[in-house]
């Protein structure tokens, strides 16, 4: 019922700044939260930040004060600004959308992307 395409990463220094997009798509009424995890090798998975419909926000300790996550509703997409990147935010980044609602359905579902590499070189 939901695809999510993400977009925006790639290879940066350390200190720059990379913007990663993430639209969902398909047969839905609404999305309750849309966030961004990342997996680094050898470790698990992790939340990186969250907003909820109303944009309310959470963030990883490690990301706060240098990540921004935000919405656009109309346009069912959640973006997530990263600045002053380091080395240790190397990681495959995943869109997760989740209180996903579709027609006729009391239920809620859950989504995931297929990840977008981010790598900070020192």
């Known amino acids: 019922q939901v695809q999510l395409v993400e977009s925006g990463g790639g290879l940066v220094q350390a200190g720059g700044s990379l913007r990663l997009s993430c639209a969902a798509s398909?047969?839905?009424?609404?999305?309750?939260?849309m966030g961004w995890y990342r997996q680094a090798p050898g470790k698990q998975r992790e939340l990186v930040a969250s907003?909820?419909?109303?944009?309310?926000?959470n963030y990883a300790d490690s990301v706060k004060g240098r990540f921004t996550i935000s919405r656009d509703n109309a346009k069912n997409t959640v973006y997530l600004q990263m600045n002053t990147l380091k080395p240790e935010d190397t990681a495959v980044y995943y869109c997760?959308?989740?209180?996903?609602?579709?027609?006729?359905?009391?239920?809620?579902?859950?989504?995931w992307g297929q990840g977008t590499q981010v790598t900070v070189s020192s």
């Open positions: 997760n959308v989740d209180g996903v609602r579709r027609v006729a359905d009391f239920r809620r579902y859950e989504y």
């Open positions: 398909g047969s839905f009424l609404s999305i309750g939260v």
């Open positions: 907003i909820t419909s109303r944009g309310s926000t």
